[in-house]
């Protein structure tokens, strides 16, 4: 009886062990992830003159004279300064209408690529046959293709249609995307379909059973779509540097792709203001997020 009690606290211990082992390993990982974003967000508080001493050796031309030999790695400013956030926000509107430019571009692609996703996906999940078992398997071919392969053709299709330089050669090719649609189309064929048979028996229509059972269901698969959405073209460079041969047009996402050295300080300013709709939408919508991608369709 000892022996097995001794066994048994032996073998808790070790599980211990191993639980605080895997702690620090996922600490560790998190702190290395969240690094860059700590550093971005301290270093808009600083001020030009603090960051080129710390940093200087990085920012500075190769042939150039370096203000500092290392690099001052801190992430406690000497002096908080909003002098960025002042510049950026304030005195100097072109930050602002990239910002704007970026919110014109995605939210409109975010909502009508629901709404199309939506109801490719209760076509897909309602309907069966070797038909469109064959459009779905072109969906999926359509999502696994980078951006780039059709960005390409994208562009002939847009200067065909004399879309250049207009937010809709950015706005079909994001709302016709296949990502929601193959997402939701999973999410609806696990819904027990007697309901909906059910509901066609007491007399309800195609849109009724849509609006009314499917969608509700959908909702957590939905809200976790419009978050990836969001993130995914929240953060696009290649598609308006090719549409839009004006920079006005651009979003904030090039600008800080194009980051200038003697502007570093205001670039990391705009870089949290960039980053903080992602974070806030994120934050707000994890739930949501997981339920969509990790659980099964049921009706409660």
């Known amino acids: 009886m000892k022996k097995y009690g001794k066994t048994r606290n032996v073998r808790r211990y070790k599980s211990y062990g191993m639980k605080i082992v895997l702690t620090i390993m996922a600490g560790s990982i998190a702190c290395l992830f969240l690094m860059p974003m700590v550093i971005t967000v301290v270093n808009s508080f600083m001020t030009e003159q603090e960051i080129q001493t710390n940093y200087g050796m990085i920012f500075s031309e190769k042939n150039g004279r370096f203000i500092s030999e290392t690099v001052n790695l801190k992430l406690i400013p000497d002096w908080v300064s909003l002098e960025q956030y002042f510049t950026v ?47 779905f398997f072109g969906y999926i071919v ?59 028996m007491d007399g309800a229509g195609q849109w009724q059973i849509f609006y009314h059972i499917v969608v509700p269901v959908c909702k957590g698969a ?29 979003p904030l996402s090039v600008f800080l792709s194009k980051i200038q050295t003697e502007d570093i300080g205001i670039a990391f300013a705009a870089a949290v203001v960039y980053m903080l709709p992602v974070t806030l939408i994120f934050l707000y919508g994890e739930d949501y997020l997981i339920d969509g991608i990790a659980s099964q369709g049921s009706i409660k």
Request: hydrophobic share 60%.
């Open 89 to 135: 926000l304030m005195k100097s509107p072109d930050y602002l209408m990239k910002l704007w430019n970026s919110l014109f571009l995605v939210v409109p692609i975010v909502i009508f690529q629901l709404i199309v996703g939506c109801l490719a996906a209760y076509g897909f999940a309602n309907m069966r046959g070797k038909g469109i078992a064959m459009i």
């Open 142 to 200: 359509l999502m696994l293709m980078p951006y780039q392969v059709t960005l390409v053709p994208n562009y002939l299709v847009a200067k065909w249609m004399n879309l250049i330089d207009t937010n809709w050669a950015i706005w079909f090719p994001g709302i016709f995307a296949p990502f929601s649609v193959y997402l939701l189309t999973k999410y609806m064929k696990r819904i027990p379909w007697e309901i909906v048979e059910a509901a066609e």
């Open 222 to 250: 939905i809200a976790s779509c419009a978050i990836l959405i969001f993130i995914d073209y929240w953060n696009m460079v290649e598609q308006p540097v090719v549409m839009f041969s004006n920079a006005n047009f651009h």
